[in-house]
């Protein structure tokens, strides 16, 4: 499909998954809005700092997560370590991407940002 299509995939609008780990090895698997950075290879994910998915991952660091999305046969799923920030220039550029891709975002004071720092790309929509 090549880099542009790929960006084009995550840029269409679709509900995506974000699985990750929770402290007794199952999976915690959620739907989420996620956006994707060509430039720095991360993938944002903004809710609640109070979430479940925000705690989780807050609590540990650099644990591995993937996020997942199709559309008919088309998918892709992301795999990598997640962080979660509450900086406000973090949580901004996530709200502004969010945006772009869905819609404005409801105003929440307790919104962080979960980034993925992708390291490996399934699916059948891939960057070549």
């Known amino acids: 499909m090549g880099e542009s299509g790929f960006v084009e995939f995550w840029g269409e609008h679709r509900l995506c998954m974000l699985a990750s780990p929770r402290p007794d090895g199952s999976i915690h698997q959620v739907p989420v809005g996620a956006t994707y950075d060509a430039d720095l290879g991360v993938v944002r994910v903004i809710c609640d700092g ?20 199709v559309q008919g046969r088309r998918w ?20 502004r991407r969010y945006a772009d891709r869905y819609r404005e ?24």
């Open 76 to 95: 892709c799923t992301v795999e990598g370590s997640a962080v979660v920030s509450d900086d406000p220039e973090r949580v901004a550029e996530a709200v």
């Open 105 to 128: 975002p409801r105003p929440n004071p307790a919104r962080v940002v979960i980034e993925v720092t992708v390291e490996r790309v399934l699916g059948n929509v891939r960057p070549d």
């Open 50 to 69: 109070a979430s479940f998915k925000a705690r989780n991952l807050a609590a540990h660091p650099g644990v591995r997560v993937s996020v997942s999305q």
